[in-house]
């Protein structure tokens, strides 16, 4: 088969259809093992329906098992696709892990710090109601990017959308929270963390690492010494350091 501008395939997924790709592209896919030839369907230009992939000819190569002549295991075809198409993250629908982090972190930031801050910088303050609104409308919007970009990113990695129900679950929303902060384009597929991947990661778990060992200190401290007085004092110190740090939303 060529790999003319023509050759696009697309292909399906846990539930999704994802593409276009090319041929080449497509047999790396494979390499990653994640392309079922069974129960994944590919289609492109002139089939009539999308048909298994296992029957699309030099998709995969079959090899004979030693011990079983009736047993099939497919073989990876160019063993350098993969590490070739993680350099080309374009090719990967989806939003991209900067689009991202810049819709679900730096937006966000940046739109408190301008309701917050710039409240203060008004010669006169906005009515308390009309900042109400606009805070409340600021919300709805940054929710909406929120999902959009959240949907998009789990396509990027090539996982189903419907895993964005997984951020109800304990648990399983750090691991999805996880591979959409860190992972690059198609994770799902070639399984491999790029250089910013690791410190993403890094900059991921560390914290939350820390603060579930601070959370289980806190526990055992309060659990064992939770009637001293001395520990009632401290705790009841923390908190008013914590509610006079908090800074105060202007016109309230």
Same mark, same amino acid.
């Given at each position: 088969?060529?790999?003319?501008?023509?050759?696009?395939?697309?292909?399906?997924?846990?539930?999704?259809?994802?593409?276009?790709?090319?041929?080449?592209?497509?047999?790396?896919?494979?390499? #990653?093992?994640? =392309?079922? &030839?069974? %129960?994944?369907?590919?289609? !492109?230009? @002139?089939? *009539?329906?999308?048909?298994?992939?296992?029957?699309?000819?030099?998709?995969?190569?079959?090899?004979?098992?030693?011990?079983?002549?009736?047993?099939?295991?497919?073989?990876?075809?160019?063993?350098?696709?993969?590490?070739?198409?993680?350099?080309?993250?374009?090719?990967?629908?989806?939003?991209?892990?900067?689009?991202?982090?810049?819709?679900?972190?730096?937006?966000?930031?940046?739109?408190?710090?301008?309701?917050?801050?710039?409240?203060?910088?008004? #010669?006169?303050? =906005?009515? &308390?109601? %009309?900042?109400?609104?606009? !805070?409340? @409308?600021? *919300?709805?919007?940054?929710?909406?990017?929120?999902?959009?970009?959240?949907?998009?990113?789990?396509?990027?990695?090539?996982?189903?959308?419907?895993?964005?129900?997984?951020?109800?679950?304990?648990?399983?929303?750090?691991?999805?929270?996880?591979?959409?902060?860190?992972?690059?384009?198609?994770?799902?597929?070639?399984?491999?963390?790029?250089?910013?991947?690791?410190?993403?990661?890094?900059?991921?778990?560390?914290?939350?690492?820390?603060?579930?060992?601070?959370?289980?200190?806190?526990?055992?401290?309060?659990?064992?010494?939770?009637?001293?007085?001395?520990?009632?004092?401290?705790?009841?110190?923390?908190?008013?350091?914590?509610?006079?740090?908090?800074?105060?939303?202007?016109?309230?």
């Amino acid at each position: 088969m060529s790999d003319s501008p023509s050759d696009t395939w697309f292909y399906s997924h846990d539930g999704g259809r994802l593409g276009p790709v090319s041929f080449t592209e497509l047999r790396a896919i494979a390499i #990653a093992g994640t =392309l079922n &030839p069974r %129960l994944d369907l590919v289609w !492109t230009q @002139g089939m *009539a329906e999308w048909q298994p992939a296992g029957e699309i000819p030099n998709l995969f190569t079959q090899r004979m098992s030693e011990n079983s002549a009736a047993a099939t295991s497919y073989t990876l075809p160019l063993p350098d696709s993969v590490a070739a198409l993680m350099q080309r993250p374009d090719s990967w629908p989806g939003a991209r892990r900067r689009a991202y982090l810049s819709a679900c972190l730096l937006l966000p930031l940046t739109a408190y710090a301008a309701l917050t801050y710039g409240q203060a910088s008004l #010669a006169s303050p =906005l009515d &308390p109601a %009309l900042f109400d609104n606009i !805070t409340h @409308g600021a *919300a709805l919007v940054l929710c909406i990017i929120s999902l959009y970009y959240g949907l998009q990113r789990l396509t990027n990695l090539g996982m189903s959308r419907w895993w964005y129900l997984g951020y109800c679950v304990p648990l399983l929303n750090l691991w999805i929270g996880y591979r959409c902060f860190a992972c690059p384009a198609g994770f799902a597929y070639h399984k491999k963390l790029d250089g910013a991947g690791i410190a993403l990661a890094i900059c991921y778990w560390l914290p939350l690492v820390l603060a579930l060992l601070v959370l289980v200190a806190l526990g055992v401290i309060l659990t064992r010494y939770g009637d001293d007085a001395r520990v009632v004092e401290l705790w009841r110190q923390v908190r008013e350091a914590v509610e006079q740090r908090a800074p105060a939303v202007p016109g309230h």
